[in-house]
C-alpha cells in the first residue's frame, strides 16, 4: 500500500505542474473573471498539497494494513468501476467537443450515478438538469465565461 501511495503522489504532483505550465500562458481578459489562470492554479497548488499530505501520512503511518501486499485486487468489481469511470471521463472529453459542455454533462451525470448505484429516477433528472442550470446561470451569465462549445459553433 505504501508503494500506491508514493506512486499516486508523485504521478498528482506531476499533474499539478502541468497544470502551472498550460496556465502560465493565460491572458488576463476582460470578463467577469479577470485572471482564469487563478482557479486552475489554486486546484494545482491544492493537489500538491494534498500529495505531500499523503506523502507525510504515509511515511509516519504505523497502520499493519500499509504493508500488506494484496491490498489491490485488480479484476474486482470496485476496480472495474474505476476502469468504467476513467473510459467516462475519456468519453466526456470526446462527447464535449462533440456536442458541447452543457450537453455533454446531460449525459455524463446521470451515467455516473447509475454508475454508483443511484436509481432514482427524481434525482437521474434533477441533479444533471440543475447542475448544468447552475453552470450556465454562474459561468455564463454572471462570470461571462465562454464554456467549450460544439465543433460545429
Do not use: H
Not at 70 to 85: A, F, L, N, Q, T
Amino acid at each position: 500500500m505504501r508503494k500506491y501511495n508514493y506512486i499516486i503522489s508523485v504521478v498528482m504532483m506531476a499533474i499539478a505542474g502541468y497544470v502551472f505550465y498550460e496556465t502560465s500562458g493565460y491572458k488576463v481578459g476582460s470578463s467577469g473573471q479577470k485572471n482564469p489562470a487563478v482557479w486552475p492554479q489554486f486546484l494545482a497548488v491544492m493537489l500538491i498539497v494534498l500529495s505531500v499530505a499523503l506523502i507525510v501520512q504515509t511515511i509516519f503511518s504505523k497502520d499493519p494494513e500499509m504493508d500488506r501486499k494484496d491490498v489491490i485486487d485488480w479484476k474486482s468489481p470496485g476496480m472495474k468501476r474505476v476502469y468504467i469511470m476513467v473510459g467516462m471521463a475519456a468519453a466526456f472529453v470526446v462527447l464535449m467537443n462533440v456536442v458541447g459542455m452543457l450537453l455533454a454533462l446531460l449525459i455524463m451525470i446521470p451515467c455516473i450515478e447509475l454508475l454508483m448505484g443511484c436509481r432514482s429516477k427524481l434525482m437521474l433528472i434533477a441533479l444533471p438538469v440543475g447542475l448544468v442550470a447552475f453552470c450556465y446561470l454562474f459561468f455564463v451569465v454572471v462570470m461571462k465565461i465562454t464554456l467549450p462549445q460544439p465543433i460545429w459553433m
